[in-house]
C-alpha cells in the first residue's frame, strides 16, 4: 500500500534551536518528494521537490534530504524563528501518473 | 502574478442550503485539484480536473458533491444540501500539467454549517 508517513507528529523547541522532521514512504514507483509549509489557516506553500537523484536540497535554513534506498527523507530546519511555526507536510509523487500521497504533517510550534 | 484564488474565504450556510465554492487557477495552468481540511487533520484528496473533464473524482462523496471545470470561468466545488459535517475549509490547487511538479495552492474557503 502507499503511504507515507511523518514524525514526530508534533514538536515544540525554542526558538533559535535546530530540528529535524521525519518522512518515511512506501510508494512506488517513486517520481519526486515534496515538502510543504502549512501556516495555520493558509494554504500549503511549497518548500522542496526533490527528484531521485537527488540526495540534498536547500531552501534558505531549510535543508531537505532524499535517501532513495531506504525511502526516507528529512527536513533540517536551522536557527528556528518563530514564524516557522506550522504544519510541515511531506507529499510523495507517483511514476506515470498524477496522484499524490500526502504524509499526515509534523505540526512545529516554536517558543519564543 | 496573481495566484490561485479561491472565493468565497469565508461561507457560512444552513443545513439543507447548497454551497458554491470557486476557484480560479495561476495563469496558464490547466490542472485543478481540491482538498477538503478538517480541523487539526491533513488535507484529503477530493477531486482532479482538467478544462471540461473529470480526471478523478475518487475522493469525492458520492452524493452531493460535485466539481467542473469550465473551458471559460473558474472551477467550481457545488455542495448540495449541506449538513454539519461539511464544514471544514476546502483547498484548491494548480498545476501547469499532470505531475509536472510543485501544486500551487490557494488560500482556502472555510464553509461553517450552522
Known amino acids: 500500500k502507499n503511504q507515507v508517513e511523518q514524525s514526530p507528529q508534533s514538536l515544540i523547541i525554542l526558538e533559535g534551536k535546530n530540528c529535524t522532521l521525519q518522512c518515511n514512504y512506501t510508494v512506488s514507483p517513486f517520481s519526486n518528494l515534496r515538502w510543504y509549509k502549512q501556516d495555520t489557516g493558509r494554504g500549503p506553500v511549497s518548500l522542496t521537490i526533490?527528484?531521485?537523484s537527488e540526495n540534498t536540497k536547500s531552501n534558505g535554513r531549510y535543508t531537505a534530504t532524499l535517501d532513495a534506498d531506504t525511502k526516507q527523507s528529512s527536513l533540517h530546519i536551522t536557527a528556528s524563528q518563530l514564524s516557522d511555526s506550522a504544519s510541515y507536510i511531506c507529499v510523495v509523487s507517483m511514476d506515470s501518473n498524477y496522484q499524490l500521497i500526502w504524509g499526515a504533517g509534523t505540526k512545529l510550534i516554536i517558543k519564543p | 502574478n496573481a495566484g490561485v484564488m479561491q472565493n468565497p474565504r469565508h461561507l457560512v450556510r444552513r443545513r439543507g442550503q447548497e454551497a458554491r465554492l470557486r476557484c480560479s487557477p495561476m495563469?496558464?495552468?490547466?490542472?485543478v485539484y481540491w482538498y477538503r481540511q478538517l480541523p487539526e487533520e491533513g488535507l484529503k484528496f477530493m477531486v482532479y480536473l482538467q478544462k471540461e473533464n473529470i480526471i478523478d473524482e475518487s475522493g469525492m462523496p458520492k452524493e452531493r458533491f460535485s466539481a467542473e471545470f469550465p473551458k471559460e470561468g473558474p472551477s467550481i466545488l457545488r455542495i448540495q444540501q449541506v449538513v454539519r459535517g461539511d464544514s471544514a475549509a476546502y483547498f484548491c490547487a494548480s498545476s501547469p500539467g499532470r505531475n509536472t511538479g510543485e501544486l500551487f495552492f490557494g488560500e482556502g474557503s472555510r464553509l461553517t454549517v450552522l
Open positions: 526533490m527528484t531521485f
Open positions: 495563469k496558464g495552468h490547466s490542472h
